[in-house]
């Protein structure tokens, strides 16, 4: 059925399955996820965009980094309009990115994402919150 309990339940699964290293099946799970999240709490719910989010962990995983870039800057998009740019969602966000931005070879990108999250983390948790370390210490 097409309810946030049941999309809840496919992230949960994808999020195990991305565990176990199986990466199809979690893009599988956290897709069906996003289907019911996209008719249920619409386009810019936060629920949608960490599904959007975590589309595009999977994708980084499995070295699909266009794709993942994609999905993670929808997932930022939502975020920004949702929360604002100084909400650790958003800094997540942009950490994710960043990684991804990484991996394409765009160093400059990657390292202004990665400065974006830590200026929120350090705002928000302060220097000494774990988030704040490891963002730090990429």
């Given at each position: ?85 100084q909400h650790p969602d958003t800094a997540i966000s942009h950490g994710y990115i960043g990684s991804v931005l990484e991996s394409l070879g765009n ?32």
């Open positions: 059925p097409k309810h946030p309990d049941t999309a809840t339940s496919h992230n949960n699964i994808g999020s195990v399955l991305e565990r176990l290293g199986k990466f199809e099946d979690a893009l599988e799970a956290h897709q069906k996820a996003l289907a019911i999240k996209l008719k249920v709490l619409g386009p810019k719910h936060p629920g949608t965009a960490t599904s959007h989010n975590n589309i595009g962990s999977v994708l980084e995983s499995l070295g699909n980094f266009e794709d993942a870039l994609e999905a993670l800057q929808e997932a930022l998009a939502i975020r920004l309009k949702v929360h604002g740019p160093f400059e990108d990657a390292l202004e994402a990665h400065q974006k999250a830590l200026a929120v983390f350090e705002k928000v948790h302060g220097p000494q919150h774990p988030h704040t370390a490891a963002i730090r210490d990429r």
